[in-house]
């Protein structure tokens, strides 16, 4: 721990702090307490490890970012009296970081778990003393964990991503899919519609998103036609089921992941390359 001098009086904000952002009443009362630095624990996607991943470091408009040894320190920039305002600032964000990393590399999402808070009090009284929280302990429950992927660098932040109410729910969707709660085409179908209802119409959602509108008419036409009995999203007008091959099953994966994703990205206002039929796998 840093001198007292250093930090003048400060207390670790951990799992002793309310949802109102108040800690227990042997805290501190402080003067004029600021939020210095917020901890989260790295908890990787489900069979993912990280071995000995290079430390992360990078400053944006809301602070700068510290990823290592399984833990990311958050120094924010702005001044936030109580955790839980500086929680309410973040958080966005570090949803954003998780989803947009769980599209980009076609896995579970990882998650950032918070731990604690360090507060300083920048005006403390002369007879100020360092209080501490002790953070609570961790009960590790399970047997055996099969690791399937082991990666050597934490995932970077989104540099043009936004988690608006409808990507999340297109999100949703895409997890309850792997999850084995959903069907693919349903939520294929789901996807194709928020874009269309977000930009107008299909072939508004082309121009809206930069997508080829050959890449949306195919995802409608497997969307509506294909399927059987069970996976199908409607019955065949004829009464003949269409089932989808190997192919049009791994394109419409890769196409529900990379419309979600630009979804987001349009959100963010950045400029959007071109979706292309080349770009998704061959049918």
Sequence with gaps: MRSTRAMNVSAFYGPLARQDGTVAATMLNMRDPHVERLHFRIEPPEGVRYDNPQPLTFTNNLGRFDAREGSLTVEPVDHFASQKDALAALEPFLREWEISAALDANAERLHFAFVRAEVVDRAPSPTAHVMVAEPGGMLIVGGEATFTVTKRSYPPPPAAFRLTPEVQQAYGRWRDYRAGRERLLPTGYFVLTVAERLAGDRKAAARTFNIEEGVLHKFGEL???????????????????????GEEEAWLHETIRRVIKRLGEHASGAPLALLRMSDLPPL
């Design 223 to 245: 969307t509506s036609t294909k399927g059987d009995a069970a996976s199908a999203r409607k019955a065949p007008k004829h009464g003949q089921f269409a089932p989808l091959s």
